[in-house]
C-alpha cells in the first residue's frame, strides 16, 4: 500500500504530492498541462560505501528494466502508440516551432507521465489537440522503418494506433469501478482479455482454499485470458508473459544479490526464484525475508506489488524503487513503531478487531535513489508493505515515508500563493507555514508504519469481501489512525511533535483539501474515483455532516469565494475515532454493503458548483494539480575492469531522460 501526496496544499495522505508552484523555481524542470516535474536530490549517496553504491547502482538498473511491463498492463495498445510517437519525435525534420507540434510533444509527454494513453489519476484517455491530418503529415516523413514493426505493416499499425488516439468513443478509461456495471469491460487496462466480471471472480473465488490461514495472492501476477472457452492465467514470469523484461531484472538482481550482505542476498535470491518460477508461494517466502531485514541499510522494492490498477483488486502492476534509510529522521518512526503496541491497544477501535499484539511493524525514513514502473515520474511518498495480510500478521511489516521526495514538494511549493487563496484565517496559514511539513511527514509515518498494520479480522473473514471498495476503505481506515493519534498527548510524550499545534495544522489542512481543494484534480462534470481521494473525501465529508450541528467544521462564504475552516479541533479527532472504529469493523467483518454505503454516500459525488468555483481559482493561480519527477542517473567508474566509483548525475530534460529509457530499457515486443 502505498502514500501518495495528497496535496494540492502541502498536506498529504495516502497518495501523490500535487503541490504546485506559480514562480517557475529550479525545482521544477517541465510543465504541461496538469503536470509539473520535479528534480529531486539524493543526499548522502556520495558517503555510501563502494559496496552500497555498487549494491544501488545495479537495483537501480533492475528498477528501470520493467518500465514496457507497466505500459502493457495499463492499456494493451499503449505500447504501439509510444512507440509510433517516439518515431516521430527522434527524427522529425520539419519544424518544430509550431502550434500543432507543440501540441503533439505535450501530448507525448502526457504519454509518458501516465505511462500510457489515459490519465494517471483520473484514468480518462486523453484527447490529442493536434488533428489526424497533422498526425498524418508526420508519419508521412517518418523513415518507415523507425516505426513498431510488430504488425506487419504500417496499415497495420495505423489501425490500431490511430484510433486509440483520434476516436474519443474507444477505451475511455482505464480503470472504471462506477457500480451496476461489469467493471472490466467498462476499464480497458489490459489484467484481462476476453473475461466478465462474474466469470473472473468465480475462477479466484474457486481456487481459495476453505480454512487456508496463509493464502497466497491469488492472481496476482498474471493476465487472466479465455481461450477455447476456458480461463487460463499467462502469467508474468521468465518464460511467460514479459518474458523479455524480466529476464534482464533477474540479470540486475543477480548482480546485486553478489554484493548484498548475507541475509539481503537470500532474500534477492528469493525474488529471482519467484521471477523465474511465477510461483507465489515463492513470492510470500520472498517477501516474509524482505520484511525480516530491517538491518539492511539499502533497500528496495521491485516487482508485481499494488493492485490499485485492476477494478478487481487481483493483479498487481509492476514497480520498483531503491532507497536508503536517513538515518537521522529514522529516529522520529523508530519512537513511534516501538510504541506500536501503545497505540494498538489504545485505539477507539472494537477490542475484539485489534490486534493483540503487534508484530514488528518497523518504520524508516528513506531517501530514494531511484523511482521506477509505476512509482515513477509520479511517485508515492509513503510505502508500506508487504500487501498480504497474514503476513503482515504474522510477520509485520515495513513502513517507509520517502523525505528527499517531500522535500521536492515542499521546495517546489514555496511561494505559489496557494495559502493565501484558500486558508481564509491567518492562525492556520501560520499554524501550516510553521508545522506543515513535520505534520505531513508524521502524517504519513502514522498512516504507513501503524494504520494500515493495525487491526485484524474476525474469524472467517479472508480480506477480499469490500471488493472495489476495499482500496478506498484501507485508506481511510489508515489515514483515520494517523489523524486521530495526531493529536494524542503520547506524540508529545514521545518527543515527535513539540506540542497540539502540528494536529490543527494537519486537520485543517486535511478537511480543507477533502471537502474543497482536491477537486482541482476532476474534470467537470466528473465523480471522485481514485481510492485516495475517495477516502479523503469519505472522511472529511462524513466529519462535516456528523459535526453540523456543532459547527465542527464549516464552510465559510466570503468575498464570493468559499472557504474550510475546522472550529473544534477536538470535537474533530472524536469523529475520526468513532469513523475509523466503524470503518474497521467493516474491514474487520467484510460488510460490503455498509462499506459500499459509505464510499458512495460520502466519497464520490462532487457538487458541481463548488467544484467549478475550485478550478477557477486554481486557473488563476496558474498550479498544476500534478507532479512527477526526472530521475537520478549513476555511473560506473571502471578501473581496469573493475568499478571503483558510482558517480551520480542530475539531468533536467524531461524528454530527453523518457527518449533515453526507450532506448534502453525497452525490451518487450509491441504486441505482448
Ligand atoms: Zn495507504
Request: aromatic residues 12%.
Amino acid at each position: 500500500m502505498f502514500v501518495m501526496s495528497a496535496l494540492v496544499v502541502g498536506m498529504t495522505a495516502c497518495g501523490e504530492k500535487a503541490r504546485t508552484t506559480q514562480k517557475a523555481n529550479d525545482w521544477v524542470v517541465d510543465r504541461f498541462d496538469d503536470i509539473k516535474i520535479l528534480r529531486y536530490e539524493v543526499p548522502g549517496f556520495e558517503a555510501l560505501t563502494l559496496q552500497e553504491k555498487m549494491l544501488v547502482y545495479y537495483l537501480n538498473e533492475a528498477a528501470l528494466c520493467g518500465r514496457d511491463i507497466l505500459f502493457d498492463q495499463n492499456f494493451k495498445y499503449n505500447l504501439p502508440v509510444r512507440r509510433t510517437l517516439e518515431a516521430i519525435y527522434a527524427d522529425f525534420p520539419g519544424d518544430r516551432s509550431t502550434p500543432q507540434w507543440a501540441a503533439f510533444e505535450k501530448y507525448l509527454k502526457k504519454v509518458w507521465f501516465a505511462n500510457g494513453v489515459h490519465h494517471h489519476y483520473s484514468n480518462d484517455k486523453f484527447t490529442p489537440e493536434f488533428s489526424e491530418d497533422y498526425f498524418d503529415s508526420l508519419v508521412m516523413v517518418t523513415p518507415t522503418e523507425n516505426f513498431p514493426q510488430d504488425f506487419g505493416s504500417m496499415g497495420e499499425l495505423m489501425k490500431v494506433v490511430k484510433p486509440v488516439m483520434f476516436n474519443p468513443a474507444l477505451y475511455q478509461k482505464r480503470l472504471d469501478q462506477s457500480a451496476g456495471q461489469d467493471m472490466l469491460a467498462a476499464s480497458s487496462m489490459n489484467y484481462y482479455q476476453g473475461v466478465t466480471q462474474k466469470e473472473a471472480e468465480e475462477f479466484y473465488a474457486a481456487m481459495a482454499v476453505p480454512g487456508d490461514t496463509t493464502p497466497i495472492s491469488y492472481g496476482l501476477n498474471s493476465r487472466l485470458v479465455k481461450e477455447n472457452g476456458k480461463l487460463v492465467e499467462k502469467v508474468w514470469r521468465v518464460g511467460g508473459l514479459y518474458s523479455p523484461a524480466i529476464e534482464k531484472i533477474v540479470f540486475w538482481l543477480e548482480k546485486a544479490a553478489e554484493v548484498a550482505e548475507p541475509h539481503q542476498k537470500e532474500t534477492i535470491e528469493a525474488l529471482i526464484s519467484y521471477y523465474r518460477s511465477g510461483d507465489l508461494k515463492e513470492f510470500d517466502r520472498f517477501n516474509i525475508l524482505w520484511v525480516q531485514d530491517t538491518v539492511s541499510r539499502i533497500d528496495f522494492v521491485n516487482g508485481f506489488t499494488e493492485t490499485y490498477g485492476d477494478p478487481l483488486g487481483y493483479k498487481a502492476s509492476w514497480e520498483g524503487l531503491v532507497n536508503f534509510r536517513n538515518e537521522e529522521a529514522t529516529k522520529r518512526t523508530q519512537v513511534i513503531s516501538e510504541a506500536a503496541q501503545w497505540f494498538e491497544d489504545h485505539s477507539p477501535v472494537d477490542d475484539k478487531y485489534k490486534k493483540e499484539r503487534v508484530k514488528g511493524v518497523s518504520a524508516k525514513v528513506i531517501t530514494a535513489a531511484i523511482l521506477g514502473g509505476d512509482c515513477y515520474p509520479a511517485t508515492p511518498i509513503g510505502i508500506n508493505l508487504p500487501n498480504a495480510d497474514w503476513i503482515r500478521k504474522d510477520y509485520g511489516s515495513k513502513s517507509v515515508t520517502i523525505q528527499n521526495i517531500t522535500d521536492a514538494y515542499d521546495e517546489a511549493a514555496k511561494g505559489n500563493g496557494f495559502q493565501e487563496e484558500f486558508v481564509l484565517r491567518e492562525e492556520d496559514r501560520e499554524r501550516m507555514r510553521q508545522y506543515g511539513n513535520l505534520g505531513d511527514n508524521l502524517h504519513t509515518d502514522l498512516h504507513e508504519c501503524l494504520g494500515h498494520g493495525s487491526g485484524q479480522l474476525a474469524p472467517g473473514v479472508k480480506g477480499d469481501e469490500l471488493k472495489n471498495y476495499g482500496s478506498t476503505l484501507e485508506e481511510a481506515r489508515a489515514d483515520l489512525f494517523a489523524l486521530y493519534y495526531l493529536a494524542d498527548p503520547k506524540l508529545i510524550e514521545l518527543g515527535v511533535v513539540p506540542s497540539d499545534e502540528v494536529a490543527k495544522a494537519e486537520y485543517a489542512s486535511y478537511i480543507m483539501n477533502g471537502l474543497m481543494t482536491q477537486l482541482t484534480r476532476i474534470k467537470p462534470g466528473k465523480d471522485v474515483e481514485e481510492a485516495h481521494m475517495r477516502n479523503r473525501k469519505l472522511i472529511s465529508e462524513w466529519c462535516y455532516e456528523k459535526g453540523k450541528a456543532d459547527k465542527v467544521i464549516e464552510m465559510i462564504q466570503q468575498n464570493g469565494k468559499t472557504y474550510v475552516v475546522v472550529n473544534d479541533f477536538d470535537k474533530l479527532r472524536t469523529l475520526f475515532g468513532d469513523l475509523l472504529r466503524e470503518i474497521q469493523r467493516i474491514k474487520s467483518e467484510g460488510d460490503f454493503d455498509a462499506g459500499k454505503d459509505l464510499v458512495e454516500t460520502y466519497g464520490v459525488k462532487v457538487d458541481p458548483k463548488l467544484h467549478a468555483e475550485v478550478l477557477a481559482r486554481y486557473e488563476k493561480l496558474h498550479l498544476e494539480p500534478y507532479a512527477g519527477f526526472i530521475n537520478p542517473v549513476y555511473k560506473p567508474v571502471m578501473e581496469n575492469g573493475q568499478i571503483i566509483d558510482i558517480k551520480i548525475e542530475y539531468p533536467t530534460d524531461y524528454a530527453a531522460q523518457m527518449m533515453d529509457y526507450s532506448k534502453n530499457y525497452s525490451f518487450l515486443p509491441t504486441k505482448n
